[in-house]
């Protein structure tokens, strides 16, 4: 088997030589279109929570608001930190 297809590349030279540019041509696309990072993002997933409520002051805000909202996000599977 091996033997018929080195036979038949060396008949089909020019067959060989087109597969092998579309081959350079397509890895070169490939190359230059992937998304690389020189340095991948390893730090966790974070999410940040405006509460801004215009009747109420920053301090009623905390208490009414953003309190509530820690005690209840406290319990999230999955979470390591809470800021």
């Not at 579309?22 to 696309?29: C, D, N, Q, V, Y």
């Not at 509460?51 to 953003?66: D, F, I, N, S």
Request: glycine fraction near 10%; proline fraction near 7%; charge should be negative.
């Amino acid at each position: 088997m091996i033997v018929g297809l080195v036979d038949w590349a060396t008949r089909a030279r020019g067959v060989v030589l087109l597969l092998t540019a579309l081959l350079l041509g397509a890895g070169g696309f490939a190359l230059y279109s992937l998304p690389l990072d020189a340095v991948p993002d390893i730090t966790g997933i974070q999410v940040q929570v405006n509460t801004p409520v215009a009747a109420l002051a920053p301090e009623e805000v905390e208490q009414r608001v953003t309190v509530p909202m820690e005690r209840l996000m406290a319990g999230v599977p999955g979470m390591t930190e809470m800021r």
